[in-house]
């Protein structure tokens, strides 16, 4: 089947408003082994919008399009269509009921222009996704139609809910398609497809591709074949080997940030986190905070930035920062203990660098980052050297110390709490 | 002129990258009154750009084409534009010496492909942005092309240098447009709209559009006419006036961040700052340490997400914690004061509230925000009720910390250091 999308809206071609649901669709369409040829973005212009309309249903099998369904006078969708494919429209009943409840829920006041929210082309069938908007289908010589509404949320409820599962069934009994999405970090994209090409017995008939989301990459397996279970199956071996192979990088399916998963292993261990940040500067308290819930498990932090405050709230020595300077793999650990007994924490993590643009030395470049890591076991430093701007640098730091977290907490799992 | 812009990209509709080129383009035609009337975005696939060059030639009179420029076998552009248009390609000398320059310069070794880099239609005209990658223009029928390479660094710099230019030219002896884009904080965008009526006689004349860019309102004022001069002279005082009514909300013009106005404010004054954070976890050092050169003024903060780290590291009292609560004004204005006293900072900024989504209570839902300032001169308190997601109420806490620490400081500008 071939596809494509027409997404309208004037505030789509003036740069107001980024185009989102046609990009969204056609990703998940080609996830489904569905991809479409084409996106045509025009302004809320009756004549652009038929003229547009004409092609794709001379030339597609199947065509969404978003937008321009609403009550105002800029709506023109239902009216180009019926004008360009000569539809009668009718006024949809349920559609018409609907729209009444809303409104009474609302106790808002019934006006004539609600009217046309309930205007269909006679045969269509209204595509109603339970909540919110509602769009419809329908079918013009060989091809198609699928009219949904433009608001993002509105839009992905009905395309994931009533749309994909139409055009699945639609497309007919075709090859199982199995896919998983993995999210990385850690590695190149070159040195995540060496290792995959490595697994090549147990990689064969999947297909993967790479998505980088600095700072993360996610790769995507797809498995096709006749028989779902063995695809995952297969998908699962593949995954299995990956895991031992590259087990640090790998932080798990694409659901779930860096930080959920730091938040689980830190709710499973039963230990309670305090971070020190100089050159993260609050980032990764942050990140850790987004998570609902965190207060159980993250007592706070210290963003140290300054020499004093190092000295003052996190008992740093001034010797250490004058013999080994704040930059140092002796003042990461003397953070990472200092924070975790400021807070009274199981665990204290510490990161000290020099994000840039200025501040750097011959010997320790913009870039130079140490972590810090207090367990209740011992402390542990590590340095590396970052590249990129100011906020990169931040970025990768951030993702690294937490990351540093991640796997100690899983190599900890199973020892009981000190 | 009617313009549009054809995208051209696999994985631009595969959703591996998100579409940009285009909608820059047509943002800053719009601004320059050039709009365009359709985007089409098209996989690289030979016969799908010719259909979608045809369709542009007879219906445009200026047409953008981005991507498929490049060495490699999916970079389609130039053959199927020579194929549809009937016309025939040339080796270019100037870009082929271009090239050869740029490969010698990296010590990097000749490769036959290369060559296609310098293919360009006959008595078309390369666009040379001096640095980094040609594209070219030519006139077909009435319509002018143009050529543009897919990345996007390269793109924006030979569309912002030379194409827009050309297109302004073309259009000939227009109206004068100046533009003024300001960034808004603390109003929805109908109380902005009452204001700017509100100033009937210096608006007149002058259109105005809203660009929402969470959580900031952005403004475009746009002003037409014949002179220069006037025109500028006339935004100057409908800002003035605007200022004037609405100074606390206006944060400047659309370059720069709050967090830089707030560490420009904090070099003028040579004050320094600590904060302590409760509810945003961080977000506001994060915020301020993006800023290059921030450690000139920000001394450090102390994220305490316990009740016990308000009590050990900013020294709020336990019996206020117990009377009032972590949320409630005495302990943001304790926050405050002891983060001061702690970072021995000239001011102290300090935030406690819920984020949620849980944690809510009747007599404080979740988005109840405090704020405490103190300054050299005394320590105040804010309360706020915010709406929405966590993150979200995160955002708009922090932003309002920020927003109200640049007041305060533009108010105390002038006022020596104690």
Redesign the interface.
């Known amino acids: 089947m071939r596809g494509e999308i027409i997404a309208t809206g004037t505030e789509?071609?003036?740069?107001?408003v980024?185009?989102?649901n046609?990009?969204?669709a056609?990703?998940?369409l080609?996830?489904a082994s569905l991809?479409?040829?084409?996106?045509?973005?025009?302004?809320d212009?009756a004549l652009?919008l038929r003229e547009?309309l004409a092609?794709a249903v001379r030339r597609s099998q199947f065509v969404l399009i978003t937008g321009g369904l609403g009550p105002t006078d800029d709506d023109l969708t239902v009216a180009a269509a019926a004008a360009e494919l000569d539809l009668k429209l009718v006024q949809d009943a349920g559609v018409m009921h609907k729209i009444h409840r809303f409104l009474e829920k609302r106790g808002l006041p019934w006006e004539e222009r609600y009217r046309r929210l309930a205007l269909i082309p006679e045969g269509a069938t209204v595509l109603d996704p339970g909540r919110g908007a509602c769009g419809f289908s329908l079918k013009y010589g060989d091809t198609w139609l699928f009219f949904l509404p433009g608001i993002p949320q509105e839009m992905r409820a009905l395309f994931n809910g009533v749309v994909l599962p139409a055009l699945i069934s639609l497309a007919g009994p075709r090859e199982v398609l199995v896919q998983r999405r993995l999210r990385l970090f850690g590695l190149t994209e070159t040195q995540v497809q060496q290792v995959v090409s490595g697994l090549a017995g147990l990689a064969q008939g999947v297909s993967w591709?790479f998505?980088p989301e600095f700072p993360e990459i996610h790769l995507t397996l797809t498995a096709k074949g006749e028989n779902r279970e063995e695809l995952e199956a297969a998908l699962d071996r593949l995954i299995g080997a990956l895991s031992r192979e590259v087990g640090e990088v790998l932080l798990g399916p694409e659901e779930g940030s860096l930080e959920e998963l730091v938040g689980l292993r830190l709710r499973e261990t039963k230990f309670t986190l305090?971070?020190a940040?100089s050159?993260?500067?609050?980032?990764?308290?942050?990140r850790?905070?987004?998570v609902?819930?965190?207060?159980d498990y993250?007592?706070?932090?210290?963003?140290?930035?300054?020499n004093?405050?190092k000295v003052?709230?996190l008992q740093v020595m001034e010797e250490t920062l004058a013999a080994r300077g704040a930059v140092s793999q002796e003042t990461a650990v003397a953070m990472a203990s200092g924070v975790r007994e400021?807070?009274?924490s199981d665990v204290g993590l510490a990161v000290t660098g020099i994000?840039?643009?200025?501040g750097g030395t011959p010997e320790k470049p913009v870039g130079t980052v140490y972590l810090g890591l207090a367990l209740p076991w011992g402390v542990e430093a590590q340095h590396h050297l970052f590249h990129g701007s100011?906020?990169q640098i931040?970025t990768l730091s951030a993702q690294t110390a937490l990351n540093w977290l991640r796997r100690e907490l899983q190599h900890a799992q199973g020892l009981s709490r000190h």
Chains 1, 2 share one sequence.
């Open positions: 789509l071609i003036t740069g107001q980024a185009e989102c046609a990009q969204y056609a990703r998940r080609h996830e991809p479409v040829q084409c996106i045509t973005i025009v302004a212009d652009m547009a092609r591709g998505y305090a971070v940040e050159c993260t500067g609050g980032l990764i308290c942050h850790l905070t987004n609902p819930g965190a207060s993250f007592l706070g932090g210290v963003v140290a930035y300054s004093q405050a003052d709230l400021a807070f009274h994000a840039g643009p200025t100011r906020e931040k």
